[in-house]
């Protein structure tokens, strides 16, 4: 009785102990999927784009050829942008916490072009005309015809504008996607399957 019980649990081990076992454990690298995005390259474009874009509206500003009331919600945008951007340099150490605050701030982002796009497209269309009185009196025609150059040069800068917000959205809608798969906010972390191999049991002659 005594060998019998033996053989029963020599048999019964291997399938308290499979040779081969699949669990399922979250991938501890997922966080380098936001450098798939080439966040420094991007932040750095946010930056200088909306850098750029507050240099020139600033000059209209101080030339008197833009309205105040249409300016601020540009800058208060566009300074937005510029903290998004940094925000996403700052997130390449791949701390939770930041990644999160990047992709607050690039949500933000893309609200605050969408923003700029509508305000650009208003300057278009409510552009201010001050050449008018130039064509009144003949020895100030040269001016009235500089003026429009100016005038038209504004007109081309927003609409370059509205291309530059539309870049800057897209920009901020990428980043935001990629710190999205970082920090799961949309499913569950994904989990991987490891496989692990056991060396079956030596049996003892």
């Known amino acids: 009785m005594a060998d019998e019980a033996a053989v029963v649990e020599e048999g019964s081990s291997p399938a308290q102990s499979p040779l081969v076992a699949v669990t399922f454990q979250r991938n501890v690298h997922r966080k380098q999927k936001y450098l798939e995005a080439e966040p420094k390259a991007l932040g750095i474009t946010q930056i200088g784009l909306s850098a750029y874009q507050i240099t020139c509206v600033s000059v209209f500003l101080a030339k008197d050829l833009s309205y105040v009331h249409t300016d601020i919600p540009f800058f208060v945008s566009s300074l937005l942008v510029v903290i998004a951007g940094s925000v996403a340099v700052a997130a390449q150490n ?25 305000v650009c497209l208003v300057k278009m269309e ?3 005309s001050y ?7 003949n020895f100030t025609l040269h001016f009235g015809e500089t003026c429009h150059n100016i ?3 504004q007109s081309h800068f927003y609409a ?8 800057l959205l897209a920009i901020s809608a990428t980043l935001a996607a990629y710190c999205c798969k970082v920090v799961n906010c949309c499913a569950p972390a994904p989990k991987m399957p ?12």
């Not at 999160?100 to 969408?114: D, E, F, H, K, N």
């Open 126 to 128: 409510d552009s201010p």
């Open 94 to 118: 791949l701390h939770l916490p930041t990644l999160r605050a990047c992709l607050g701030m690039q949500i933000v982002a893309c609200a605050a072009s969408i923003v700029n796009i509508i």
């Open 194 to 205: 490891v496989i692990t191999v056991q060396a079956p049991p030596v049996q003892q002659q």
């Open 160 to 167: 370059e504008s509205i291309l530059i917000q539309v870049a």
């Open 151 to 153: 005038e038209s040069t």
């Open 131 to 137: 050449c008018w009185h130039y064509y009144y009196d």
